[in-house]
């Protein structure tokens, strides 16, 4: 069975140890399975902790979710789902031998890597900015509130430096906008209430003055360690990418051998996965 | 392989061939770069054979310093960065890899009558991502070493000013390294196990590294992400595990023991396999129980998994936990009991050969059983307030893993090392190293298990004046046990230039890795190879020409198809 393998006219990309292409196929493609399962594993240790703290400190999550933007995160996951899209259409592409197809595909995965990337980059920016960093960076500038709001209204005038007077001027615009009320959270009622930032008006009136809970700034270690970690595996997967251009530059992809971008694409739509998840537990909690 | 490679082959009495693994390419280059698993398994070997002797000298000087009371040769800063490196590079740098990455690497393709593993390049980059993890230890010890205990509990170990971070670093990188031999380990013998080699046909070893493979891969990426959140907990201060900041100290234990549990049935899983083996040959009998033993460690790595609270009774969990933790821990014990009551039955009525792998083997049956039943007196509720932290526990791991898996290693070593380099060691020498280890070893521990349950806590530098003599007699044990191995030393590196050159199958042994010559050549056979009952020893007879086995009927394991090459 194995004999005629190891003639002169074997198939280059049949490494010796191997009987068959399918074998070989199969190999790689149960490694690749057992390889992300290591990466849920590695990813569920931050889930994890992101459930202990939210269990202990719901507030914390309700407050420190209003400074992100879901617009922002929305776009980011339409990106990828889409680049998920044209991943799984190139090993289609792949598997038909349409090279030329394939290698816009892989482009068009990568560009979608690069704009989710370059989204993060003005995400973080902002953080930045605003001193909304992990637990001993945290340097909460309220002056800055508002860019982050989900309304992304802009609103210098406002003096305060302790969040509590901060509150009064945003509540101009939480009329306005879609208001987020944080007495309706799923979260229920919490010790310490949830008292976001686009607090009613009524609520202020009550003279209940919305306080940053204590402890806000670890929702931001989490924040950025779990996208942070995420985003490290989108610039593996760009990685991944560039090589298999790389691969099909050098035409090894011409024979219909696929196995390359088959795997390449598990993994891509394992970071795909774990980004949809991200954006459910970090930006939609209210 | 080609043709001409092939008629330069050994014989059918497994004559040393001319070309083998070892001298196919020669230079440093040839070895750091190779693809083949058995150099790669001989690589392995040396660096955790190196990382032993390290281990060994830091226990040695813990032992030392424990010697009498108050400062004996170090200050008491000194002594607890000694047991915390004796802890952290013998578990992350030997034990773990030890048998699956050294022996298995070696074994597990022979064995499969294969050419190599699966990923014969995730194979070399777990070697690499050995060196690199222990050359960040090697910093981290350099640099000012640690003081934590391997075990690197917070909030302790986000605050000390020792190097934390190197040490931590190096055993992230480990454990990709230990990832990538499970992986390759559980896709190689999915996908590439001979013809007529089902799953219960397959070597008991195989079943060990098997089952280990599942908790590597299962497990090792919690600890790489624990160690990651101390990192960044230590250089970012993200407070997960910061209680001045909500977070909690006792996370990091519950997250480094979901790993850290089911790593110590990574380092006992391929050790029962390799006794599993052991066992049968030298009884002369084929094993008894064989699906008993093999869904055992199948089910051995499962309840790895639901029992690490144990290690937590008294970190405040509730008390249902502590329950539920504590009957999870008993019901351990039955898989275990299971493989130790069939490895008796196969010795049971056997023709048993008193060789050196045999001997290792009853001083595993010896000391795994003292080990595992003290074991229930740890995971007892009402035993453990009292024992934890105190020499009982120190003792009881070391039965386990010392008496079960180092023990298991050198059975394994002495067993495979033929076939390894092609010679055979000193019979004689090999006994007294077994029997001084035996001795050493007992004495080092078994008075641990007094001090113990006395009240001695470990990791302590001083202690009342009443523990002086058994501290002394465990001191003595220590060196007793470095005696046995530093003739072991001797003996194996002289074996190496000198020994007798080995037969194919020296032991009588009917799996395949002794189908090849000893040492095997580069791509391990001459032929496919029909895989039979791993067991049936009644199909080889010994040879007194040759001093080896041979099958009676030669012709049964080719496979004809490809018999023609």
Same mark, same amino acid.
């Given at each position: 069975?194995?004999?005629?393998?190891? &003639?002169?006219?074997?198939?280059?990309?049949?490494?010796?140890?191997?009987?068959?292409?399918?074998?070989?196929?199969?190999?790689?493609?149960? &490694?690749?399975?057992v390889?992300?399962?290591t990466?849920?594993?590695?990813?569920?240790?931050?889930?994890?902790?992101?459930?202990?703290?939210?269990?202990?400190?719901?507030?914390?999550?309700?407050? =420190?979710?209003?400074?992100?933007?879901?617009?922002?995160?929305?776009?980011?996951?339409?990106?990828?789902?889409?680049?998920?899209?044209?991943?799984?259409?190139?090993? $289609?592409?792949?598997?038909?031998?349409?090279?030329?197809?394939?290698?816009?595909?892989?482009?068009?995965?990568? #560009?979608?890597?690069?704009?989710?990337?370059?989204?993060?980059?003005?995400?973080?920016?902002?953080?930045?900015?605003? =001193?909304?960093?992990?637990?001993?960076?945290?340097?909460?500038?309220?002056?800055?509130?508002?860019?982050?709001?989900?309304?992304?209204?802009?609103?210098?005038?406002?003096?305060?430096?302790?969040?509590?007077?901060?509150?009064?001027?945003?509540?101009?615009?939480?009329?306005?906008?879609?208001?987020?009320?944080?007495? $309706?959270?799923?979260?229920?009622?919490?010790?310490?209430?949830?008292?976001?930032?686009?607090?009613?008006?009524?609520?202020?009136?009550?003279?209940?003055?919305?306080?940053?809970?204590?402890?806000?700034?670890?929702?931001?270690?989490?924040?950025?360690?779990?996208?942070?970690?995420?985003?490290?595996?989108?610039?593996?997967?760009?990685?991944?990418? #560039?090589?298999? #251009?790389?691969? #099909?530059?050098?035409?090894?992809?011409? &024979?219909?051998?696929?196995?390359?971008?088959?795997?390449?694409?598990?993994?891509?739509?394992?970071?795909?996965?774990?980004?949809?998840?991200?954006?459910?537990?970090?930006?939609?909690?209210? | 392989?080609?043709?001409?490679?092939?008629?330069?082959?050994?014989?059918?009495?497994?004559?040393?061939?001319?070309?083998?693994y070892?001298?196919?390419?020669?230079?440093?280059?040839?070895?750091?770069?190779t693809?083949d698993h058995k150099r790669i398994g001989v690589m392995y070997l040396v660096a955790i054979t190196a990382s032993f002797l390290l281990g060994g000298?830091?226990a040695?000087?813990?032992?030392?310093?424990?010697?009498?009371?108050?400062?004996?040769?170090?200050?008491?800063?000194?002594?607890?960065?000694?047991?915390?490196?004796h802890g952290a590079v013998m578990i992350f740098l030997f034990i773990i890899p030890g048998i699956p990455a050294a022996l298995g690497n070696f074994v597990l393709p022979l064995m499969l009558g294969a050419?190599d593993v699966a990923l014969p390049?995730m194979n070399l980059t777990s070697f690499w991502f050995w060196i690199?993890g222990a050359?960040?230890a090697?910093?981290?010890?350099? *640099?000012?070493?640690?003081?934590?205990?391997w075990?690197?509990?917070?909030?302790?170990?986000?605050?000390?000013?020792?190097?934390?971070?190197? *040490?931590?670093?190096g055993v992230?990188i480990l454990g990709f390294s230990s990832i990538f031999t499970g992986l390759n380990f559980i896709v190689t013998i999915h996908?590439m196990r001979?013809?007529?080699m089902?799953w219960?046909?397959m070597p008991l070893f195989l079943w060990g590294l098997y089952s280990t493979a599942i908790i590597q891969v299962l497990a090792t990426p919690?600890l790489?992400?624990?160690?990651?959140?101390?990192?960044?907990?230590?250089?970012?201060?993200?407070?997960?595990?910061?209680?001045?900041?909500?977070?909690?100290?006792?996370?990091? !234990?519950?997250?480094?023991?979901?790993y850290s549990h089911p790593a110590v049935y990574i380092m006992i899983l391929p050790a029962m396999g390799v006794i599993s083996e052991l066992v049968s040959v030298f009884?002369?009998?084929?094993i008894?129980?064989y699906?008993?033993i093999a869904w055992s460690s199948i089910a051995i790595a499962l309840l790895s998994f639901?029992? /690490?609270?144990?290690?937590?009774?008294?970190?405040?969990?509730?008390?249902?936990?502590?329950?539920?933790?504590?009957?999870?821990?008993?019901?351990v014990?039955?898989p275990s009991?299971v493989k130790v009551?069939n490895w008796?039955?196969t010795?049971?009525?056997?023709?048993?050969?008193?060789a050196t792998p045999m001997l290792y083997v009853l001083s595993f049956l010896f000391l795994f059983a003292i080990g595992g039943?003290?074991g229930?007196?740890?995971?007892?509720?009402?035993? +453990? *307030?009292?024992?934890?932290?105190?020499?009982?526990?120190?003792?009881h791991f070391h039965y386990v893993m010392f008496g079960g898996t180092v023990i298991a290693f050198l059975g394994g070593l002495h067993y495979w090392w033929p076939k390894m380099f092609?010679?055979?060691y000193?019979?004689? /020498?090999g006994?007294?190293s077994a029997?001084?280890i035996f001795?050493?070893f007992?004495?080092?521990f078994?008075?641990?298990?007094?001090?113990?349950?006395?009240?001695?806590?470990?990791?302590?530098?001083?202690?009342?004046?009443?523990?002086?003599?058994?501290?002394?007699?465990?001191?003595?044990?220590?060196?007793?046990l470095?005696?046995g191995f530093?003739?072991m030393a001797?003996?194996l590196i002289?074996s190496l230039?000198?020994?007798?050159?080995?037969?194919?199958?020296p032991w009588?042994s009917a799996t395949l890795e002794w189908?090849t010559?000893s040492p095997p !050549?580069?791509?391990n056979?001459?032929?496919?190879?029909?895989?039979? +009952?791993p067991y +049936?020893?009644?199909?080889?007879?010994?040879?007194?020409?040759? +001093?080896? /086995?041979?099958?009676?009927?030669?012709?049964?394991?080719?496979?004809?198809?490809?018999?023609?090459?």
């Amino acid at each position: 069975m194995g004999a005629q393998h190891h &003639g002169d006219g074997h198939d280059p990309n049949l490494a010796h140890h191997f009987e068959s292409a399918d074998q070989q196929y199969q190999s790689a493609k149960l &490694g690749m399975w057992v390889f992300l399962m290591t990466e849920i594993l590695f990813f569920g240790g931050l889930f994890v902790a992101y459930t202990v703290y939210r269990v202990n400190h719901p507030e914390v999550f309700v407050f =420190g979710a209003h400074f992100l933007d879901t617009a922002l995160g929305a776009l980011n996951t339409v990106v990828l789902i889409f680049s998920s899209f044209t991943m799984a259409w190139a090993v $289609r592409a792949a598997q038909l031998k349409q090279i030329k197809l394939l290698k816009w595909l892989i482009i068009a995965t990568m #560009l979608c890597a690069f704009t989710f990337m370059g989204v993060k980059y003005v995400e973080y920016g902002a953080k930045w900015k605003h =001193g909304l960093l992990w637990a001993a960076k945290y340097d909460h500038h309220v002056e800055h509130v508002e860019d982050h709001g989900k309304d992304s209204a802009m609103h210098e005038e406002t003096p305060a430096i302790e969040p509590e007077s901060a509150e009064p001027a945003e509540t101009a615009e939480a009329v306005a906008a879609p208001v987020v009320d944080p007495d $309706r959270s799923a979260i229920g009622p919490a010790a310490e209430g949830p008292h976001g930032l686009a607090v009613p008006e009524a609520v202020v009136e009550t003279e209940v003055a919305p306080v940053e809970p204590a402890n806000a700034k670890v929702f931001f270690s989490i924040y950025f360690l779990m996208t942070g970690l995420h985003g490290i595996h989108v610039l593996g997967g760009i990685a991944a990418m #560039l090589w298999l #251009l790389k691969c #099909l530059a050098r035409g090894d992809f011409d &024979g219909g051998h696929f196995t390359r971008v088959d795997m390449v694409a598990l993994y891509w739509h394992v970071v795909d996965l774990v980004w949809i998840y991200l954006f459910l537990l970090l930006y939609l909690i209210d | 392989m080609t043709a001409d490679t092939l008629t330069a082959g050994g014989d059918s009495a497994g004559n040393a061939l001319e070309t083998n693994y070892l001298n196919t390419g020669s230079g440093v280059l040839s070895w750091l770069f190779t693809l083949d698993h058995k150099r790669i398994g001989v690589m392995y070997l040396v660096a955790i054979t190196a990382s032993f002797l390290l281990g060994g000298i830091f226990a040695l000087l813990v032992r030392t310093e424990l010697w009498s009371t108050g400062q004996t040769i170090m200050t008491a800063d000194a002594y607890n960065k000694m047991f915390t490196l004796h802890g952290a590079v013998m578990i992350f740098l030997f034990i773990i890899p030890g048998i699956p990455a050294a022996l298995g690497n070696f074994v597990l393709p022979l064995m499969l009558g294969a050419k190599d593993v699966a990923l014969p390049r995730m194979n070399l980059t777990s070697f690499w991502f050995w060196i690199v993890g222990a050359s960040f230890a090697l910093v981290s010890i350099i *640099i000012g070493a640690v003081d934590t205990g391997w075990t690197f509990y917070t909030p302790y170990s986000t605050t000390t000013g020792t190097a934390v971070i190197s *040490i931590t670093m190096g055993v992230f990188i480990l454990g990709f390294s230990s990832i990538f031999t499970g992986l390759n380990f559980i896709v190689t013998i999915h996908k590439m196990r001979p013809e007529g080699m089902t799953w219960f046909k397959m070597p008991l070893f195989l079943w060990g590294l098997y089952s280990t493979a599942i908790i590597q891969v299962l497990a090792t990426p919690v600890l790489g992400i624990t160690l990651l959140l101390l990192i960044a907990e230590r250089v970012l201060g993200v407070g997960i595990f910061d209680p001045a900041l909500g977070g909690d100290p006792v996370l990091f !234990q519950h997250f480094f023991w979901f790993y850290s549990h089911p790593a110590v049935y990574i380092m006992i899983l391929p050790a029962m396999g390799v006794i599993s083996e052991l066992v049968s040959v030298f009884s002369g009998k084929h094993i008894f129980g064989y699906r008993f033993i093999a869904w055992s460690s199948i089910a051995i790595a499962l309840l790895s998994f639901l029992v /690490w609270g144990h290690h937590m009774f008294t970190s405040g969990q509730s008390g249902i936990t502590n329950m539920i933790f504590s009957a999870l821990t008993f019901s351990v014990a039955i898989p275990s009991a299971v493989k130790v009551f069939n490895w008796l039955a196969t010795m049971y009525k056997g023709s048993i050969r008193l060789a050196t792998p045999m001997l290792y083997v009853l001083s595993f049956l010896f000391l795994f059983a003292i080990g595992g039943l003290t074991g229930l007196f740890l995971g007892a509720l009402s035993t +453990d *307030i009292h024992l934890h932290d105190t020499y009982f526990v120190v003792a009881h791991f070391h039965y386990v893993m010392f008496g079960g898996t180092v023990i298991a290693f050198l059975g394994g070593l002495h067993y495979w090392w033929p076939k390894m380099f092609g010679r055979m060691y000193s019979e004689r /020498w090999g006994q007294v190293s077994a029997l001084l280890i035996f001795v050493g070893f007992n004495l080092t521990f078994f008075t641990q298990f007094v001090m113990g349950s006395h009240g001695m806590p470990r990791r302590y530098y001083n202690y009342v004046e009443e523990f002086t003599t058994l501290h002394r007699a465990s001191t003595i044990g220590s060196y007793v046990l470095g005696f046995g191995f530093l003739i072991m030393a001797i003996y194996l590196i002289h074996s190496l230039f000198r020994g007798k050159p080995a037969p194919a199958n020296p032991w009588g042994s009917a799996t395949l890795e002794w189908e090849t010559t000893s040492p095997p !050549q580069a791509h391990n056979f001459d032929h496919e190879l029909l895989a039979g +009952d791993p067991y +049936d020893l009644e199909a080889l007879e010994l040879d007194p020409d040759i +001093d080896g /086995w041979v099958r009676s009927d030669p012709q049964s394991i080719i496979l004809s198809a490809g018999g023609s090459r």
